[in-house]
């Protein structure tokens, strides 16, 4: 059985950042309906109270970079991958303490101001690689990052927003 990954364009702001969601398949879903990874964390926790403060810091951490970018700000380092929310006090919503909570959602940050949101869960031990809540989400964003950014190193040019964006939108990425 084949995996792989399709993206689906989230938003953008000039000036600031272009984000895209990672889709997931198993098999061959020509035709079928498929949510992203970040559309299944949203289902999982949109309504769950006792993580509320966690999610909406993630949500407006996203807005920020929508707006501003990344490249100047200090995501969760997590291998290749990165993580919201962040812990970098400059987006941080006022009253909020990053390490609140164990919400994390996984990205994979690319040139030019692309970011790819993948899932997320609940870290509930020390590591990702040890927590079952969060282990696959961080395992397919490392993987991700890995698999994107050897593609875009075999671009002959010089990586531009239109080419990422264009890599994003017409290309598949077997996992």
Do not use: W
Request: with cysteine; glycine share 6%; charged share 30%.
């Amino acid at each position: 059985m084949n995996t792989f990954v399709t993206f689906k364009y989230f938003d953008s702001a000039e000036g600031g950042a272009s984000v895209y969601t990672a889709i997931l398949h198993t098999q061959s879903v020509e035709g079928n309906a498929v949510k992203s990874e970040f559309d299944k964390f949203l289902d999982r926790y949109e309504m769950e109270e006792e993580k509320e403060p966690d999610f909406k810091e993630i949500l407006a951490q996203i807005d920020v970079i929508l707006t501003h970018g990344f490249e100047n700000y200090q995501l969760r380092h997590e291998r290749e991958a990165r993580a919201l929310p962040s812990k970098d006090r400059s987006l941080v919503s006022a009253g909020y303490m990053p390490t609140d909570g164990p919400l994390r959602l996984y990205c994979v940050l690319l040139p030019d101001n692309v970011m790819v949101l993948c899932g997320g869960g609940v870290k509930a031990e020390d590591t990702a690689q040890e927590s079952d809540g969060v282990r696959a989400h961080f395992m397919l964003a490392n993987t991700l990052a890995r698999k994107l950014n050897e593609r875009l190193a075999e671009e002959t040019k010089p990586i531009s927003y239109e080419r990422v964006e264009a890599i994003l939108e017409k290309e598949t990425i077997y996992l």
